[in-house]
């Protein structure tokens, strides 16, 4: 559990960071809060021989409401969604999803943007962005971009993202008043990925529906939302389950998985509507 | 409050002696983070060592090439098998009467295994150095699967003893067989079997799990060449025997070998074996005459360091149609892996296993056990448990259970039938042991009534009612256990480990100021010997516990001992120390005497003096006697105030305890929520309560790892699936229930103070309750047995299998 060499860079700002990124391209690796990346380089599975730790630059930090828009720092840390009162109130299922990813000790130095970015299927942040219908902003030398969250995910590890990029901010539209949510999570224990996860929200311009840890990218599926938005809770959570492809592993046999799926997604659903309004 | 005001309680509550719960005076580094374990030993020119480990569970090793790692500045040496052969290193004996490859000669035999040894100027070019050791392997077919290891054309595991059929413990019949150890009756057990009105019959599955402390395993060797000496400061649970096979295996003399345990964070059972980085350490000390430090990861201890369980139980029990059991049959297959690394006396190589027939007044009953090779990592150790104890324990408790599936009765009814009964001990079990002592109705009694049993049961039954008809997804299971140990090993005349007869040792030197120091051949890993030790201490010869030290740990001025595992420091260290105590008291009597002018038989104990009999005001205190000791010539009294006790245990001591647990089940998820956990435990004289709670809640939460997830599984090529703590499972305050605790109290006749020790009951009580709460919630449906771990997925399959899906 001792990682190979390598050298440590600490940008001030996001055009330095993005000009350490062109500089080494795959040579280097962006740190965020390094839940995933630093147990990688101590198995050696990660070897960077860059690693560029973003924890200085401050344009990668604050959370921010404004008009119909929320717009989250990728170095925003867990706890911070937990504590952010103004954030918990316009959008409750944030911090209910953040209270189920590991422990207060991770949510005080993992990120939402290390969350999403990486591309592992066992995050919860990136399910849930789906359900949002967020956009994510990612920096570059030569400037700024978006990409829709649900366009983001190819592959396990594998996103839209660029080696020389950033992603910098994660923004989505503020749910109506009114809207029920759910998180629902199952897990072996504390501190686990999800075996299967779901996050529903239920509101008067639609219905959204996305889960977790069930297949190389969060599931979503626009058959399952519609259904939802039309009240059809059965072809919602059948929709769903053909979106799913879980693998067998230590948490159980794909079989076992798929049934979760639809407890856990039912769940959720039924918690949804009973807060919305 | 001045002397002469003092009551006779007064003066014994300032003692904390016996019974008192006294706080933890080990706490007071451990909470401010000052500790000192093998990790924080820092030694001027210190070395770093780090293996290169297989990939592969079973290959042949064609070459390895390490001039690479050599090559890489700070690289001081890399060693391979050729290196350690010419010192006769390259295997080492295991406690299990079997050796053991130090580096892998020729071949490996199980994932993890140490290949070749890196020794670098500091921690991180060790690591480098590691990757750039170039291996060649050549696969060879694996076995993980301990029957087909006894297929007549499996594959031959061992090959350094391949056609050599006899073994450490008798006659092997095929050559990946180490043993077969038969207890009992055979004969006389399948004639009643044959006879019986109801005979059960099941498959009790204990899975592989592993010890796996906080603190990993790791050691500093020291060679001085100037005076050729040898310190060896390791995570050791049993330091003096560490210190005399080092001696033996290294050739260096004993006297010139100093073993130290520092602070050790955990051990049960993982540190008491001898590991391939010790004797490494050992050599590259010698060889570069440095320090040299190497301490294992997370991922090395799961993987290659002493495993636990893996035992297959076979068992039938008869019984009469009314509930008497009248016989017990068990087989068992053990998987020890690549070596047989068990840490079992000598002469049980299935350690107490035939204690499996628990609590139970049981006539007749018969064991064997075949102790076969597999390709997995070599262990087999004890623990949290005294050897193999809470595989007996569990395989009795599921076995009661399945009768009582089979018999349609009540399971804490066929238990009360079934107990041995308060005038039944000493009693003599069908398996060859004496239990000391125990009242079991008695336990029993309290603890139904303590849960409200009854209430529980109708309980479940409207539950079950709910669910039937749809209001419920929810099960309600009630597990209920009552197991006894068998710890304190052990008398000399059948206890050894190579050799060593398993006694204890406590040396006791009183300070001219009343103040003593006192030192163990044990050594504590958490248990809180410090405090307990200063408490028997303080009851036998009046000076007060926090005028004690207790000191462990270091062979240079510990006297010698078999060290702590199998609960033995209280049943056996703990009564040299009472031993040591009294040699005191009745040297103290004759100073007494002395300095009261009367004769010897005319003054007595009193709390923490002696007083002339009939006039109590003439009195000298302990703290006086221990100054005239030191400064008074008295006739025929050598000067100083000094003892030693080795004790030799004449019995093994027998704790027990009655437990139960409520647990609900949601079929549809497999989660599992335990609401209610009562443990009573009756460990004879109770030293310290806060302790015993402590240990009991300590053991309980290892008994619900083990029950409920945890385990070391390995697919079918060889791969350890279970190397992180993200599988391997350990429950974080979340995960842990409430425990509420209870007692009774059975002193154990034979020993000085009437202890049993209570370390490890709770994790054998615990995993047989924890076990038949889950399967008493599917009962209705039919269930008699499923393996554990009880995680979510395989509490899902029971669920689904028994059609609860719909």
């Known amino acids: 559990m001792i990682p190979g060499v390598f050298e440590y860079h600490r940008p001030s700002t996001l055009t330095e960071a993005a000009g350490l990124l062109t500089r080494f391209g795959d040579e280097a690796r962006v740190l965020a809060g390094g839940h995933s990346l630093i147990p990688m380089m101590k198995l050696r599975m990660a070897n960077p021989e860059h690693l560029v730790d973003l924890q200085d630059v401050g344009e990668l930090k604050g959370i921010s409401i404004s008009g119909g828009e929320i717009s989250i720092g990728a170095m925003v840390t867990q706890h911070e969604l937990i504590d952010d009162k103004a954030l918990a109130t316009a959008v409750p299922i944030i911090r209910e999803a953040a209270l189920q990813i590991a422990d207060p000790q991770v949510r005080y130095v993992g990120t939402i943007g290390g969350n999403v970015a990486n591309g592992d299927p066992g995050n919860d942040m990136p399910g849930l962005m789906q359900c949002l219908n967020a956009t994510y902003e990612v920096a570059g030398e030569k400037g700024t971009r978006r990409i829709a969250a649900r366009e983001f995910y190819e592959g396990a590890y594998f996103t839209a993202l660029a080696d020389d990029e950033i992603l910098s901010r994660v923004i989505f539209p503020k749910p109506d008043a009114g809207t029920g949510y759910a998180y629902e999570k199952q897990k072996r224990k504390i501190g686990d990925y999800a075996t299967a996860a779901a996050a529903v929200m239920i509101g008067k311009a639609g219905a959204s529906i996305a889960m977790t840890n069930l297949g190389d990218t969060p599931v979503w599926s626009t058959e399952a939302n519609d259904a939802l938005t039309n009240g059809d809770v059965e072809g919602a959570v059948n929709a769903a389950m053909a979106a799913i492809n879980p693998a067998s592993d230590n948490r159980g046999p794909a079989e076992f998985k798929k049934h979760l799926a639809g407890v856990v997604l039912r769940r959720a659903i039924e918690r949804a509507q009973s807060r919305a309004s | ?806």
């Open chain 2, 1 to 806: 409050m001045t002397e002469a005001t003092q009551t006779r309680e007064d003066r014994a509550t300032a003692l904390k002696g016996l019974g008192t719960a006294r706080k933890r005076v080990e706490d007071v580094r451990f909470t401010q983070g000052k500790g000192n374990y093998v990790d924080d030993i820092k030694l001027d020119g210190m070395l770093f060592g780090d293996f290169v480990r297989s990939p592969y569970a079973h290959a042949k090793v064609v070459s390895i090439n390490a001039d690479a790692a050599r090559a890489l500045p700070g690289v001081v040496a890399v060693l391979t098998a050729a290196d350690l052969e010419p010192l006769g290193l390259h295997w080492m004996p295991t406690l299990a009467g079997d050796k053991q490859m130090v580096l892998a000669d020729g071949k490996v035999l199980f994932q993890g295994q140490e290949v070749a040894f890196v020794i670098a100027e500091d921690r991180y070019i060790a690591a480098d150095a590691v990757e750039l050791v170039e291996v060649e392997y050549e696969e060879l077919p694996v076995i993980v699967d301990p029957f087909k290891a006894l297929d007549a054309d499996a594959p031959v595991l061992r090959e350094d003893i391949r056609d050599q059929m006899e073994g450490a413990h008798g006659p092997r019949r095929h050559n990946n067989h180490i043993f077969t150890w038969e207890q009992g009756d055979k004969a006389a057990t399948e004639a009643v079997l044959a006879g019986a009105d109801v005979v059960a019959e099941e498959m009790i599955y204990y899975h592989r799990t592993h010890p796996c402390p906080l603190e990993t395993c790791g050691c500093v060797a020291s060679m001085d060449k100037v005076n050729d000496k040898l310190t060896l400061y390791g995570t050791f649970q049993a330091p003096h025997a560490v210190r005399t096979v080092a001696s033996l295996i290294s050739g260096i003399a004993e006297h010139n070998i100093r073993v130290i345990s520092p602070d050790i964070g955990g051990g049960f059972g993982n540190k008491v074996g001898v590991y391939p980085g010790y004797i490494c350490s050992v050599v590259a000390s010698i060889v570069t005459g440095k320090p040299v430090k190497w301490v294992e990861d997370r991922i090395e201890n799961l993987t290659s360091t002493a495993f636990a369980r893996d035992y297959w139980m076979k068992g039938k029990i008869a019984a009469t149609k009314d509930g008497k059991i009248t016989g017990l049959w068990c087989h068992t297959t053990a998987d020890h892996g690549a070596f047989d690394a068990c840490a079992d006396p000598t002469k049980f190589p299935a350690g107490f296993m035939n204690i499996c027939t628990g609590s139970y007044d049981i006539p007749t009953a018969y064991l064997s056990v075949d102790g076969v090779y597999t390709n997995k990592a070599p262990g087999g150790v004890a623990y949290r448990c005294s050897f193999r104890v809470t595989e007996a324990a569990y395989f009795i408790e599921r076995m009661i259970e399945v009768l009582a599936i089979k018999l349609g009765m009540d399971a804490a009814e066929l238990r009360r039938i079934n107990f041995i009964r308060a005038d039944q001990f000493p009693y003599q079990s069908a398996l060859g042991w004496e239990y000391d002592s125990g009242n079991y109705h008695a336990a029993w009694e309290k603890a139904m009534k303590a849960v409200d049993y009854e209430g529980l049961r109708a309980e479940q039954a409207k539950r079950l009612e709910d669910f039937k008809a749809g209001k419920t997804r929810k099960l309600m299971g009630i597990g209920l256990t009552h197991f006894t140990e068998i710890v304190g090993a052990g008398p000399v005349k059948n206890c050894d480990i190579l050799g060593l007869g398993m006694f204890d040792s406590c040396e006791i030197r009183i300070h001219p100021t009343g103040s003593a120091i006192a030192r163990l051949g044990t050594i504590s890993q958490g248990q809180g010997h410090a405090t307990t030790f200063a408490q028997i201490l303080a009851s036998e010869i009046g000076i007060p516990a926090d005028d004690i030290t207790v000191e462990e740990g270091d062979t240079d001025t510990a006297p010698y001992g078999l060290g702590t595992y199998g609960s033995r420091s209280t049943p056996v260290a703990g009564a040299a120390t009472a031993m040591a105590g009294r040699k005191i008291r009745a040297k103290a009597q004759m100073i007494a005497a002395y300095l009261l002018e009367v004769h010897d038989d005319d003054v007595e104990f009193d709390v923490d003096r002696f007083v002339v009999k009939g006039a109590p005001e003439r009195f000298k205190t302990m703290k006086e006697i221990a100054f005239a000791s030191y400064n008074q010539a008295i006739p025929g009294v050598e000067p100083g105030l000094e003892a030693v006790s080795y004790y030799d245990p004449p019995n093994m001591t027998y704790p027990f305890g009655a437990y139960v647990c409520v647990v609900d089940v949601d079929v549809d998820t497999g989660v599992t929520d335990i609401r209610q956990f009562y443990a009573l435990d009756d460990c004879g004289t109770r030293i310290n309560p806060m302790i015993i709670e402590g240990q009991v809640h300590g053991g309980l939460t290892e008994a619900l790892a083990i029950a409920m997830g945890q385990e070391m599984a390995y697919d079918e090529i060889g791969n350890v699936k279970t190397a992180t703590l993200m599988d391997f499972f350990w429950p974080s305050a979340w995960e842990t229930p409430n425990y509420r605790t209870d007692w009774t109290t059975t002193p154990s006749p034979h020993h000085p103070i009437g202890a049993k020790g209570v370390g490890e009951s709770p994790n054998v009580g615990g995993v047989p309750c924890f076990s038949n709460a889950v399967h008493d919630a599917f009962r209705p449906f039919g269930l008699t047995q499923t393996n554990m771990p009880h995680d979510h997925w395989r509490v899902w399959k029971v669920a689904h299998d028994l059609g609860l899906h719909g």
